[in-house]
């Protein structure tokens, strides 16, 4: 009961936290957000802008009551140093963001929220997902709310994010913690008189790692 009641503490503790930083809340793919990144994608397509103002004129040309409202100097600017986009002799979207500058429905934002996430992953996303499931408990509950007009869609895009992002790290981590294991095991096994074979360097065929003898038992682990 009292391991609960901690957890519980814990989750509430969390959930209360403020985001990590100003400049993190600004680049986490609120709704606004992802509109005034398309925005600013569909003028550069339709337009010759050749610096960051021309840019951000012709966003707020767009014929649409939010764009006024919308902070497009700073999205403008969080694009280009997220390398979302650049000046050339004019200002030039990457191609994943090209992609979504037709039609700001449901979908293009949703696919801008999936981009931004991966290109400028917020402080808490690596420790969110759990065996490959989010645990929204732990993102602050100020950020948590920023994110949730992503719906039923917000948990499969925040684990593709993680996925995207810290996916082959963790892997490569988990590894390397997983032959630590395996080699403090044998050495154990060793130091107790045991005579282990590591299996696991001739094949993961065997379904186990490590393997010994105790009297006429063969004994398997890890």
């Not at 645990?135 to 920023?146: C, T």
């Not at 395996?182 to 050495?187: D, F, K, N, T």
């Amino acid at each position: 009961m009292k391991a609960r009641e901690a957890r519980l503490h814990l989750t509430t503790t969390i959930r209360q936290l403020p985001p990590i930083s100003q400049l993190e809340m600004r680049d986490l793919p609120t709704r606004g957000r992802c509109h005034a990144i398309f925005l600013l994608a569909f003028s550069a397509r339709v337009r010759n802008c050749p610096n960051v103002n021309a840019w951000i004129v012709a966003a707020l040309d767009k014929p649409t009551h939010m764009a006024a409202s919308l902070d497009l100097s700073g999205t403008a600017n969080l694009l280009l140093d997220a390398g979302l986009a650049r000046i050339e002799s004019c200002v030039i979207t990457g191609s994943g963001l090209a992609r979504l500058d037709r039609e700001a429905d449901l979908t293009t934002l949703k696919g801008i929220a999936r981009l931004l996430l991966r290109s400028r992953p917020p402080g808490w996303l690596r420790a969110v997902i759990i065996d490959g499931r989010l645990a929204p408990e732990f993102i602050p509950q100020q950020d948590f709310d920023a994110i949730a007009w992503l719906g039923d869609d917000l948990e499969e895009i925040v684990v593709t994010a993680h996925q995207q992002v810290y996916g082959a790290t963790d892997e490569h981590l988990r590894k390397l913690l997983g032959d630590a294991g395996e080699l403090a095991i044998m050495s154990a096994l060793r130091r107790d008189g045991h005579n282990p074979r590591h299996v696991s360097l001739i094949s993961d065929r065997f379904g186990y790692d490590i393997e010994h003898k105790e009297g006429l038992q063969t004994l398997a682990g890890c």
